[in-house]
């Protein structure tokens, strides 16, 4: 028996590859694999390949197409360095013989402090305060977002949101997983917001050609993600067709879990863009 959610297990494949497991639902409604899905796969992935015996710190992954829900997603394992203090690896996704992503993913052991300091918290409200949310997160999360549709931070779109997974369990891994798989969702829509007059969310897959290129999400502090973590997120840039954002995440009690950064593709288009309907 294992206590690792089923969308998070990896099956064995051919040539010793992964075969990772789809949701029921689409996360966009369409027939477009969400990028946090394969970032959680990929920190299994190589979590697996320590046997648990070291953290996630750091995952860089870049995305070269789309895959699919209709057919299988493997993940390979390239071990570049495998010591007592840290390892790293590269995990590739193919599908149908084509690669759709590769991402590098840094591990080590838990050291104790020589020293800490850390960014502070926003002062924003608690989840009882939040109103529930549809967003891209992990299946089965529950989200609250705060509801400040004007905010900026640096003169910049911002907004926050607190996520948890009631009943989630398993390795460090786990809670890591489901944590990645919440972040990317956000940045392209919250970057639209001081331009409506332009382009909007639903425009996307549409007359805008939209999708996340690369994402890099930090690890800092273990967490239990059961428990409420605020995500709070910036689109620090928008222009010659591309978006930059970033975030952070903190417990409840204001520890500083992870950080991330995302590059993506924002691109107006001739005509209407395929959209393709998903489960």
């Known amino acids: 028996m294992t206590d690792t959610p089923d969308l998070l297990q990896l099956d064995d494949a051919e040539g010793g590859r992964l075969r990772v497991r789809h949701p029921s639902e689409s996360a966009e409604g369409r027939d477009v ?12 992935a190589a979590d697996r390949s320590v046997e648990g015996s070291k953290d996630a710190k750091s995952v860089h992954a870049l995305f070269a197409r789309a895959g699919s829900y209709t057919m299988p997603i493997e993940l390979e394992v390239d071990v ?5 203090t840290w390892a790293s690896n590269t995990v590739t996704a193919t599908q149908n013989g084509k690669l759709l992503s590769r991402s590098l993913v840094l591990l080590s052991i838990d050291d104790p402090d020589l020293m800490r300091h850390e960014l502070s918290m926003p002062e924003v409200p608690g989840p009882d305060q939040a109103a529930p949310a549809q967003s891209f997160a992990y299946p089965g999360a529950e989200v609250r977002r705060v509801d400040a549709p004007d905010a900026t931070a640096g003169g910049v779109p911002a907004m926050w949101q607190w996520v948890r997974v009631p009943g989630i369990s398993g390795s460090p891994a786990v809670h890591q997983a489901v944590l990645s798989w919440c972040t990317p ?13 332009k382009v909007r969310i639903g425009d996307a ?4 050609s939209t999708g996340v290129i690369g994402h890099t ?3 800092h502090e273990r967490f239990d993600a059961s428990d409420w973590v605020l995500i709070s997120y910036e689109a620090s840039y928008a222009g010659r067709g591309r978006v930059h954002g970033r975030g952070l995440c903190f417990t409840e009690d204001g520890r500083l879990l992870a950080s991330f950064e995302q590059d993506s593709m924002v691109r107006a288009v001739e005509g209407e863009l395929d959209f393709r309907r998903a489960m």
Do not use: C
Request: positive net charge; aromatic residues 6%.
């Open 217 to 219: 999400i930090s690890f």
């Open 80 to 84: 570049m360095q495998a010591g007592r």
């Open 33 to 44: 694999v969400f990028s946090g899905q394969l970032i959680a796969q990929m920190i299994m």
């Open 185 to 197: 969702g956000p940045i392209i829509e919250l970057a639209m917001r001081p331009h409506a007059e």
């Open 205 to 208: 897959h549409r007359s805008v």
